[in-house]
C-alpha cells in the first residue's frame, strides 16, 4: 500500500492573491472551525488587499488542505516572522504534523532569523510543542485576548535546536 505524504507549500506576499478562490475559502472555514479566536471577514480582506507583509503555509495532502500557518514577515533585520495562527483539521491533531510544518518553514527560510508569537497560556498543548521546537517563554501578558484571557509570549531563535 502507497503511503501518502504531506507537502508544505509557502506563499508570499503578492503569490497569496494566487490562491483558487476555492482554496482560500477553504483556509477561511478551517480557521472559522478549529480556532478559538478566528479572523472575522474583515481581516481576511486585509490579508488579500495588503498581503506584501504576510507568507502563508498551507499543509496538503494528496492536494486536500489539512492544515496552515500564517506569519506576519517583519522585513527588518534580524529577518523574524510573527507567528499569527497555526490550524490543522481535527483528524490531522496529535500526528506530528504541527511540529512538520516548523521544520519545513525553517528548512523553506534559510536566512529566517527568529519567529515570535502569542499563544494562550492555559494552552499547555500548543506550548509544549512550541517549547519543544525550540520557542522559549518570554513573558505573560494579561487579559491579551478579548475575552480577557490571558497570553504567553515567545521567541524562537536560529541558534534554537529542534529537541530530538
Known amino acids: 500500500m502507497k503511503k501518502n505524504k504531506t507537502k508544505s507549500h509557502f506563499y508570499i506576499g503578492k503569490e497569496i492573491r494566487s490562491l483558487r478562490q476555492e482554496r482560500f475559502d477553504a483556509i477561511k472555514n478551517l480557521d472559522k ?7 472575522k471577514k474583515g481581516a481576511w480582506s486585509e490579508l488579500l488587499q495588503c498581503p506584501d507583509n504576510y507568507l502563508l503555509h498551507e499543509l496538503t495532502l494528496d492536494k ?16 523574524s516572522l510573527h507567528l499569527l495562527k497555526v490550524v490543522l483539521g481535527e483528524a490531522w491533531e ?3 504534523l504541527a511540529r512538520k510544518m516548523f521544520e ?7 536566512k529566517l532569523e527568529q519567529i ?7 494552552n499547555t498543548r500548543a506550548i509544549g510543542l512550541y517549547e519543544t521546537t525550540g520557542f522559549e517563554k518570554l513573558r505573560l501578558l494579561k487579559k491579551y485576548y478579548s475575552d480577557q484571557s490571558d497570553a504567553l509570549s515567545m521567541l ?9
Open 104 to 110: 519545513d518553514l525553517v528548512e523553506f527560510y534559510p
Open 33 to 39: 472551525k478549529r480556532m478559538k479566536y478566528s479572523w
Open 156 to 164: 524562537w531563535n536560529r541558534e534554537s535546536r529542534f529537541d530530538a
Open 116 to 122: 515570535y508569537l502569542e499563544v494562550e497560556a492555559e
Open 64 to 79: 486536500e488542505l489539512i492544515g496552515f500557518s500564517l506569519y506576519l514577515v517583519e522585513v527588518k533585520k534580524p529577518l
Open 94 to 96: 496529535g500526528k506530528g
